[in-house]
């Protein structure tokens, strides 16, 4: 063997290429409408096992789905391999924000009606916001102020602070919107040079490595009904995320991103089917503020194409 070739390095397989976009709008709405089925479902599911399960052991058993489904992903030589990063410290990171926001998130859901919980996390954008200005450089207008305040507006409606009606337990789907801000703002970080199921890989690996510590400290044996509806947990929560991957390879953010607000539709009606939950005037009329804002926030990202967001397909607060 020529003395060039047996020293020469071996080259490294190049990373796959994510798949080239298509502007079909239509398709990519419809993708939208049914993935927050499954995200309602899955959320709605989660409320049910928190009568019964602590809320990390509800966590643990939807990562630990998440995690089986993305296997194929993990096995070196398989077509779905995706454990090539460069910014492996960078993905565990915001692996271990998306285990807060869903844990806080479903802690919430133990104490509150489901319409209430989800309302209230959907300010995530109002975080993603400040973020924004913080860590990736972004100038933000006044009508963006003016618009995340019309949706800090509609939190303190559904909320009441002060008031006899304040729950203290509505904190935890806050901070799980705050934590889940974090994971939008680091995926955007990470948007020119990470393919989404790469991102989703690592993901499922961080929450089922921390859930799984965490879990013997609160183990409740669950019933057959109880692992039954925690894979129904997982498999909603995969499936809705896939999907909306799927959305934005046809639609841009700005376009998508009103109808995400359908999932606040499904659980309102599901809370009432099987917990006899109606919203009250309060939390209609705050959604209605937070949507507006979300609604004019997608807008101003429409009209300004230099600052698109890639977000990887994930807009549901709950992932």
């Not at 990519?28 to 309602?40: A, D, E, K, Y």
Request: proline share 7%; with cysteine.
């Amino acid at each position: 063997m020529p003395s060039s070739e047996k020293f020469s390095p071996k080259k490294k397989p190049a990373t796959p290429a994510a798949p080239a976009r298509a502007d079909r709008p239509l398709r990519g709405i419809t993708l939208i409408l049914v993935s927050t089925v499954f995200l309602g479902i899955s959320d709605v599911t989660a409320k049910y096992l928190s009568a019964t399960l602590p809320s990390i052991e509800i966590a643990w058993l939807r990562f630990l789905v998440f995690g089986l489904i993305m296997i194929p992903a993990m096995v070196p030589g398989s077509p779905l391999y995706a454990m090539q990063t460069t910014r492996p410290a960078f993905q565990l990171l915001r692996g271990v924000a998306l285990v807060g926001s869903s844990l806080l998130f479903i802690t919430g859901l133990g104490f509150l009606p489901i319409a209430e919980a989800s309302a209230t996390s959907f300010v995530s954008p109002l975080f993603v916001t400040a973020l924004s200005i913080v860590f990736l450089g972004e100038s933000v207008g006044l009508r963006r102020w003016l618009a995340t305040a019309v949706g800090l507006i509609g939190v303190l409606v559904i909320l009441r602070p002060g008031s006899i009606a304040f729950h203290p337990a509505a904190l935890f789907p806050i901070v799980s919107a705050l934590a889940w801000a974090c994971t939008l703002t680091m995926t955007r970080m990470m948007s020119g040079s990470e393919r989404a199921i790469t991102t989703m890989t690592y993901s499922s690996i961080s929450g089922v490595f921390i859930l799984s510590a965490l879990v013997p400290l609160v183990w409740v044996a669950p019933g057959w009904h109880g692992v039954l509806f925690g894979i129904l947990v997982g498999v909603a929560s995969t499936a809705g995320q896939w999907i909306v991957v799927l959305a934005f390879r046809y639609a841009d953010a700005s376009v998508l991103a009103p109808f995400s607000y359908i999932q606040l539709l499904w659980v309102s009606v599901l809370g009432f089917l099987l917990f006899g939950e109606v919203p009250d005037v309060w939390t209609v009329t705050g959604a209605a503020f937070i949507v507006a804002s979300g609604l004019y926030t997608a807008h101003r990202e429409r009209v300004r194409p230099s600052q698109l967001l890639a977000l990887s397909g994930e807009t549901s607060p709950n992932a």
